[in-house]
């Protein structure tokens, strides 16, 4: 289906150093889609880039993660309040697989 033509490289900006960088090199948050019964909304981290629901973008980093956290730009992002927790868990998977290599996907 996709043709190997020339086309720009998506850029997209990290809510944390608000750098633009292409797509694939940043990593997406996304929060799930809210389900009728109240369940969703749940925001992760994306390693794929193909969770369904609204996303962000940061720097694969867990210091753009801080930032954004601090400033609280993913909620706003995103469109909801992100509970401690859940950053702490993000921050933890980030620092988990930040180490390991520069090629996910
Ligand atoms: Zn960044």
């Known amino acids: ?29 996304v929060r799930s889609p809210e ?21 962000a973008y940061i720097c694969r980093d867990v210091k753009c993660l801080k930032k954004a956290r601090k400033s609280r730009r993913l909620d706003t992002s995103l469109g909801c309040e992100i509970p401690e927790a859940v950053y702490d868990a993000m921050e933890a998977e ?3 697989c930040a180490g390991k290599n ?3 996907v």
């Open 35 to 55: 389900a009728t019964d109240g369940t969703g909304g749940v925001v992760s981290l994306d390693f794929t880039g193909k969770k369904n629901g609204r996303g």
């Open 102 to 104: 520069d090629k996910t």
């Open 94 to 96: 980030l620092a988990a």
């Open 1 to 29: 289906m996709e043709q190997q033509k020339k086309k720009k490289i998506p850029e997209r900006q990290c809510l944390g150093c608000n750098e633009h960088k292409p797509k694939k090199e940043l990593l997406r948050v």
